[in-house]
């Protein structure tokens, strides 16, 4: 992964990995390809500044990172114990819509799979929490589809995810309300 000219391709060939063979690492027998998953997964956000690569790239590693979020036995892999703070660091400064939904269903997945330790849940919660709330307007005619609905849902589903985000929900939506009301 520290090789940047093959970091597209890597992304690109795990991604085709996941899409056409992923359903192998639920086998009994797959301990190791769920070691290497959890090596690959945990490599990408550790060494891949996934922000400087293309659009289609960046959702190739929000959706393996959602993939892995599907996988209970990545949970124990030592090599995701830091998964969620990585992919919160990963996504930061994310803009572009589509790969924004992605972040979202990624984020909310990794809060429910890998166990909620106080400072993932800060983490995860903080990474969603700078696009509250959602001023998104998608241009007329937009090919693409995505809704300002949609990207509130997404958010939503991030910062409601733990009942333990309910008190920063709350300070988070207090405050902008505060904030309005002195506007």
Known sequence: MKDEPCIREVLRGAHALITNFGYLISKPDA????????SLISSMLKEVSVQALALT???????LVRWAASLPALAAEPACASIVRDFAHCMEGERDPRNLLACFAAMSALLVSFPARQEDLQAGFASAACYFPISFKPPPNDPVGISSTMLRDGLTAVLTVHPRLAPAALDLALGKLAAAAAA
């Open 31 to 38: 301990e190791s390809c769920i070691q290497a998953a959890g």
């Open 57 to 63: 790239d960046r959702r190739h590693a929000y959706e």
